[in-house]
Protein backbone atom coordinates (compact mmCIF):
# COMPACT_ATOMS: atom_id res chain seq x y z
CA UNK A 1 0.00 0.00 0.00
CA UNK A 2 1.43 3.47 -0.65
CA UNK A 3 1.59 5.43 2.34
CA UNK A 4 -1.35 8.36 2.86
CA UNK A 5 1.27 10.58 4.62
CA UNK A 6 4.74 10.19 6.01
CA UNK A 7 5.70 11.57 9.33
CA UNK A 8 9.66 11.82 9.94
CA UNK A 9 11.35 12.94 13.18
CA UNK A 10 8.10 15.07 14.46
CA UNK A 11 8.74 17.30 17.97
CA UNK A 12 6.14 19.51 19.01
CA UNK A 13 6.26 21.50 22.12
CA UNK A 14 3.82 24.42 23.62
CA UNK A 15 5.02 27.32 24.46
CA UNK A 16 5.31 27.83 28.75
CA UNK A 17 4.49 23.60 28.88
CA UNK A 18 8.48 22.23 29.94
CA UNK A 19 8.00 19.02 27.95
CA UNK A 20 7.85 18.21 24.44
CA UNK A 21 4.66 17.00 23.63
CA UNK A 22 5.55 14.71 21.12
CA UNK A 23 9.25 13.85 20.57
CA UNK A 24 10.90 12.51 17.43
CA UNK A 25 7.79 11.00 16.23
CA UNK A 26 8.57 8.46 12.87
CA UNK A 27 5.82 7.21 11.30
CA UNK A 28 3.71 6.67 8.09
CA UNK A 29 -0.06 6.22 7.24
CA UNK A 30 -0.88 3.82 4.81
CA UNK A 31 -3.64 5.14 2.23
CA UNK A 32 -7.02 2.58 3.08
CA UNK A 33 -5.54 1.58 6.47
CA UNK A 34 -7.23 2.23 9.57
CA UNK A 35 -4.44 2.85 12.06
CA UNK A 36 -5.31 3.44 15.93
CA UNK A 37 -3.01 5.92 18.30
CA UNK A 38 -3.23 4.51 22.12
CA UNK A 39 -2.09 5.87 25.15
CA UNK A 40 -3.53 7.76 28.22
CA UNK A 41 -4.40 10.83 28.67
CA UNK A 42 -1.77 13.49 27.82
CA UNK A 43 0.61 11.42 25.33
CA UNK A 44 0.52 13.35 22.54
CA UNK A 45 -2.36 11.82 20.15
CA UNK A 46 -4.26 14.66 20.04
CA UNK A 47 -1.60 16.53 19.01
CA UNK A 48 -0.37 14.20 16.48
CA UNK A 49 -3.49 14.70 15.20
CA UNK A 50 -4.01 18.51 15.13
CA UNK A 51 -0.21 18.49 13.57
CA UNK A 52 -1.30 16.54 10.68
CA UNK A 53 -4.36 18.71 10.06
CA UNK A 54 -2.45 21.37 10.37
CA UNK A 55 -4.61 22.76 13.23
CA UNK A 56 -1.85 23.30 15.82
CA UNK A 57 -2.50 26.41 17.99
CA UNK A 58 0.10 29.39 17.27
CA UNK A 59 1.83 28.40 20.69
CA UNK A 60 3.02 25.14 18.99
CA UNK A 61 6.91 24.73 17.99
CA UNK A 62 6.98 21.97 15.66
CA UNK A 63 10.01 20.19 14.12
CA UNK A 64 10.48 17.75 11.88
CA UNK A 65 8.16 17.03 8.97
CA UNK A 66 4.49 15.65 7.62
CA UNK A 67 4.75 14.74 3.83
CA UNK A 68 1.10 14.18 2.31
CA UNK A 69 1.51 11.78 -0.54
CA UNK A 70 0.74 14.78 -3.52
CA UNK A 71 -1.55 12.83 -6.37
CA UNK A 72 -3.73 12.28 -2.86
CA UNK A 73 -4.05 15.49 -1.96
CA UNK A 74 -6.29 18.41 -2.89
CA UNK A 75 -5.69 21.85 -1.21
CA UNK A 76 -6.67 23.23 0.58
CA UNK A 77 -6.81 20.42 2.57
CA UNK A 78 -7.75 21.90 5.98
CA UNK A 79 -10.82 21.02 7.58
CA UNK A 80 -13.94 23.54 7.47
CA UNK A 81 -14.28 25.16 11.07
CA UNK A 82 -17.56 25.93 12.27
CA UNK A 83 -18.53 26.94 16.21
CA UNK A 84 -15.56 27.52 18.44
CA UNK A 85 -13.27 27.49 15.33
CA UNK A 86 -13.50 23.67 15.30
CA UNK A 87 -12.89 21.93 12.35
CA UNK A 88 -15.28 19.11 10.80
CA UNK A 89 -15.20 18.29 7.76
CA UNK A 90 -12.65 18.97 4.98
CA UNK A 91 -11.67 17.93 1.94
CA UNK A 92 -8.87 16.11 2.73
CA UNK A 93 -9.55 15.13 6.29
CA UNK A 94 -12.24 14.57 8.20
CA UNK A 95 -12.41 15.38 12.30
CA UNK A 96 -14.60 13.91 14.78
CA UNK A 97 -13.88 14.73 18.42
CA UNK A 98 -15.44 13.58 21.87
CA UNK A 99 -18.23 16.20 22.42
CA UNK A 100 -20.50 16.60 19.36
CA UNK A 101 -22.45 19.51 21.18
CA UNK A 102 -18.89 21.69 21.22
CA UNK A 103 -18.77 20.80 17.30
CA UNK A 104 -22.42 21.25 16.51
CA UNK A 105 -23.57 24.72 16.62
CA UNK A 106 -26.55 24.89 18.99
CA UNK A 107 -28.44 27.72 16.90
CA UNK A 108 -27.99 26.21 13.49
CA UNK A 109 -30.01 23.15 11.64
CA UNK A 110 -28.58 19.91 11.61
CA UNK A 111 -29.41 20.08 7.96
CA UNK A 112 -27.59 23.84 7.60
CA UNK A 113 -24.47 22.46 9.14
CA UNK A 114 -23.55 19.53 6.89
CA UNK A 115 -24.81 21.34 3.98
CA UNK A 116 -22.42 23.91 4.39
CA UNK A 117 -19.49 21.88 4.49
CA UNK A 118 -20.66 20.20 1.19
CA UNK A 119 -21.26 23.83 0.13
CA UNK A 120 -17.78 25.15 1.20
CA UNK A 121 -15.53 22.38 0.23
CA UNK A 122 -17.35 20.95 -2.71
CA UNK A 123 -18.73 24.17 -4.55
CA UNK A 124 -22.50 22.84 -3.95
CA UNK A 125 -25.49 25.15 -4.38
CA UNK A 126 -28.24 24.90 -1.37
CA UNK A 127 -30.34 22.57 -3.02
CA UNK A 128 -28.02 19.85 -3.62
CA UNK A 129 -25.89 20.77 -0.10
CA UNK A 130 -29.37 19.95 1.16
CA UNK A 131 -29.93 16.61 -0.76
CA UNK A 132 -26.59 15.42 -0.09
CA UNK A 133 -27.00 16.60 3.74
CA UNK A 134 -30.47 14.01 3.72
CA UNK A 135 -28.55 11.10 1.91
CA UNK A 136 -25.46 11.50 4.87
CA UNK A 137 -28.01 11.54 7.71
CA UNK A 138 -29.81 8.56 6.10
CA UNK A 139 -26.10 6.99 6.16
CA UNK A 140 -25.30 7.66 9.36
CA UNK A 141 -29.05 5.83 10.73
CA UNK A 142 -30.52 8.79 11.80
CA UNK A 143 -34.33 8.28 12.39
CA UNK A 144 -36.52 10.19 9.85
CA UNK A 145 -33.62 11.91 8.09
CA UNK A 146 -36.61 14.50 6.52
CA UNK A 147 -37.13 15.67 9.90
CA UNK A 148 -33.55 15.59 11.42
CA UNK A 149 -32.60 17.84 8.44
CA UNK A 150 -34.74 20.82 10.20
CA UNK A 151 -34.20 19.62 13.83
CA UNK A 152 -31.65 21.80 16.10
CA UNK A 153 -28.79 19.97 18.48
CA UNK A 154 -30.15 20.18 21.51
CA UNK A 155 -33.28 18.16 20.22
CA UNK A 156 -31.20 14.88 19.60
CA UNK A 157 -29.55 12.42 22.54
CA UNK A 158 -25.80 12.49 22.35
CA UNK A 159 -25.02 9.34 20.36
CA UNK A 160 -27.48 11.13 17.53
CA UNK A 161 -25.58 13.93 17.93
CA UNK A 162 -21.90 12.39 17.03
CA UNK A 163 -23.77 10.27 14.46
CA UNK A 164 -24.27 14.12 13.02
CA UNK A 165 -20.91 15.16 13.59
CA UNK A 166 -19.65 12.48 11.44
CA UNK A 167 -21.90 12.96 8.88
CA UNK A 168 -20.57 16.87 8.63
CA UNK A 169 -16.87 15.15 9.23
CA UNK A 170 -17.22 13.09 5.78
CA UNK A 171 -19.61 14.99 3.97
CA UNK A 172 -16.97 16.27 1.63
CA UNK A 173 -15.47 12.52 0.83
CA UNK A 174 -12.40 13.04 3.24
CA UNK A 175 -9.66 10.76 2.42
CA UNK A 176 -8.53 10.81 5.80
CA UNK A 177 -10.89 10.84 8.71
CA UNK A 178 -9.72 11.38 12.55
CA UNK A 179 -11.51 10.43 15.47
CA UNK A 180 -10.48 11.71 18.66
CA UNK A 181 -11.78 10.10 21.90
CA UNK A 182 -15.01 10.02 19.55
CA UNK A 183 -16.64 7.08 21.42
CA UNK A 184 -15.55 8.05 24.89
CA UNK A 185 -18.87 10.17 26.01
CA UNK A 186 -20.96 7.66 25.00
CA UNK A 187 -22.40 4.98 27.15
CA UNK A 188 -20.98 1.39 26.14
CA UNK A 189 -23.87 0.56 23.92
CA UNK A 190 -24.16 3.67 22.09
CA UNK A 191 -20.14 3.51 22.06
CA UNK A 192 -20.45 -0.15 20.27
CA UNK A 193 -22.59 1.50 17.79
CA UNK A 194 -20.56 4.52 16.76
CA UNK A 195 -17.40 1.84 16.74
CA UNK A 196 -19.60 0.07 13.77
CA UNK A 197 -20.96 3.27 12.58
CA UNK A 198 -17.62 4.50 11.57
CA UNK A 199 -16.37 0.83 10.37
CA UNK A 200 -18.79 0.51 7.67
CA UNK A 201 -18.44 4.49 6.57
CA UNK A 202 -14.92 3.60 6.05
CA UNK A 203 -15.22 1.12 4.70
CA UNK A 204 -17.60 1.99 2.04
CA UNK A 205 -15.76 5.06 0.93
CA UNK A 206 -12.40 4.13 1.41
CA UNK A 207 -11.24 6.31 3.79
CA UNK A 208 -7.93 6.25 6.25
CA UNK A 209 -9.05 6.25 9.57
CA UNK A 210 -7.52 7.34 12.55
CA UNK A 211 -8.68 6.58 15.71
CA UNK A 212 -7.44 7.83 18.47
CA UNK A 213 -8.40 6.42 21.97
CA UNK A 214 -7.15 5.64 25.49
CA UNK A 215 -9.08 2.01 25.59
CA UNK A 216 -6.57 -0.20 24.41
CA UNK A 217 -9.57 -2.84 23.58
CA UNK A 218 -11.70 -0.25 21.39
CA UNK A 219 -8.86 0.57 19.53
CA UNK A 220 -8.68 -3.54 18.52
CA UNK A 221 -12.01 -3.91 17.67
CA UNK A 222 -11.62 -1.56 14.59
CA UNK A 223 -7.57 -0.81 14.00
CA UNK A 224 -5.30 -2.95 11.01
CA UNK A 225 -2.66 -1.68 13.17
CA UNK A 226 -2.32 0.21 16.84
CA UNK A 227 0.36 2.78 17.76
CA UNK A 228 1.10 3.03 21.24
CA UNK A 229 2.38 5.90 22.73
CA UNK A 230 3.48 7.43 26.05
CA UNK A 231 4.82 11.10 27.48
CA UNK A 232 4.61 12.26 23.67
CA UNK A 233 6.63 8.98 22.35
CA UNK A 234 5.85 6.47 19.92
CA UNK A 235 6.82 3.33 21.74
CA UNK A 236 5.44 0.62 20.00
CA UNK A 237 3.53 -0.24 16.89
CA UNK A 238 2.21 -3.05 15.25
CA UNK A 239 -0.72 -5.02 13.58
CA UNK A 240 -3.36 -5.27 15.79
CA UNK A 241 -3.14 -8.53 16.35
CA UNK A 242 0.83 -8.77 17.39
CA UNK A 243 -0.11 -5.89 19.62
CA UNK A 244 -2.45 -7.69 21.42
CA UNK A 245 -1.27 -11.29 21.41
CA UNK A 246 2.14 -10.89 21.81
CA UNK A 247 3.21 -7.05 22.69
CA UNK A 248 6.76 -6.09 22.95
CA UNK A 249 7.03 -3.05 25.07
CA UNK A 250 6.39 -3.43 28.88
CA UNK A 251 3.86 -0.01 28.45
CA UNK A 252 1.58 -1.96 25.74
CA UNK A 253 1.59 -5.12 28.35
CA UNK A 254 0.32 -2.80 31.49
CA UNK A 255 -2.50 -1.15 29.77
CA UNK A 256 -3.48 -4.81 28.29
CA UNK A 257 -2.82 -6.23 32.25
CA UNK A 258 -4.88 -3.07 33.25
CA UNK A 259 -7.79 -3.73 30.56
CA UNK A 260 -8.02 -7.66 31.62
CA UNK A 261 -8.10 -6.39 35.52
CA UNK A 262 -11.21 -5.26 34.81
CA UNK A 263 -12.75 -6.88 31.76
CA UNK A 264 -12.12 -10.58 31.51
CA UNK A 265 -13.24 -10.85 28.01
CA UNK A 266 -10.79 -11.39 25.12
CA UNK A 267 -9.84 -8.67 23.30
CA UNK A 268 -9.91 -10.36 19.86
CA UNK A 269 -12.80 -12.23 18.53
CA UNK A 270 -12.47 -16.04 17.84
CA UNK A 271 -10.93 -17.06 14.66
CA UNK A 272 -14.00 -17.21 11.76
CA UNK A 273 -16.32 -14.79 13.70
CA UNK A 274 -16.90 -11.65 12.12
CA UNK A 275 -16.12 -8.29 14.13
P1 LIG B 1 -3.65 13.39 24.65
O1 LIG B 1 -4.45 13.69 23.44
O2 LIG B 1 -2.93 12.07 24.59
O3 LIG B 1 -4.44 13.51 25.93
P2 LIG B 1 -2.35 15.96 24.18
O4 LIG B 1 -1.78 15.91 22.82
O5 LIG B 1 -3.66 16.66 24.37
O6 LIG B 1 -2.45 14.45 24.76
O7 LIG B 1 -1.32 16.60 25.19
C1 LIG B 1 0.08 16.28 25.20
C2 LIG B 1 0.79 17.26 26.14
O8 LIG B 1 0.72 18.56 25.59
C3 LIG B 1 0.19 17.36 27.53
O9 LIG B 1 1.24 17.55 28.43
C4 LIG B 1 -0.69 18.58 27.45
O10 LIG B 1 -0.81 19.20 28.70
C5 LIG B 1 0.10 19.46 26.50
N1 LIG B 1 -0.79 20.36 25.70
C6 LIG B 1 -1.75 19.98 24.83
N2 LIG B 1 -2.33 21.05 24.26
C7 LIG B 1 -1.71 22.15 24.78
C8 LIG B 1 -1.83 23.57 24.60
N3 LIG B 1 -2.74 24.06 23.72
N4 LIG B 1 -1.01 24.38 25.31
C9 LIG B 1 -0.10 23.88 26.18
N5 LIG B 1 0.08 22.57 26.40
C10 LIG B 1 -0.71 21.70 25.71
Given at each position: ????????????????????????I???????????????????????????????????????????????????????????????????I????????????????????????????????????Y????????????P???????????Q?????????????????????L????????????????????????????????????????????????????????????????????????P?????????????????????????
Amino acid sequence: MTALLSIRDLTVSYRGNGREALKNINLDIAAGERLAIIGESGSGKSTLALAIAGLLPASARIGGRIDWQMSEFRSPHQPSRLRNNTPLGGRDIGFVFQDPSASLDPVMTIGKQIAEVARTHLGLGWPQAYAKARTLLDRVRLPDPDTALRAFPHQLSGGQKQRVAIAAAIAAGPKLLIADEATSALDTIVQAEIVSLIRKLVAEDGMTLLFISHDIALAAELADRIAVFRHGELVEIGATEQIIDAPRHPYTRALLDAHLGLDAEPLLPQAGVPR
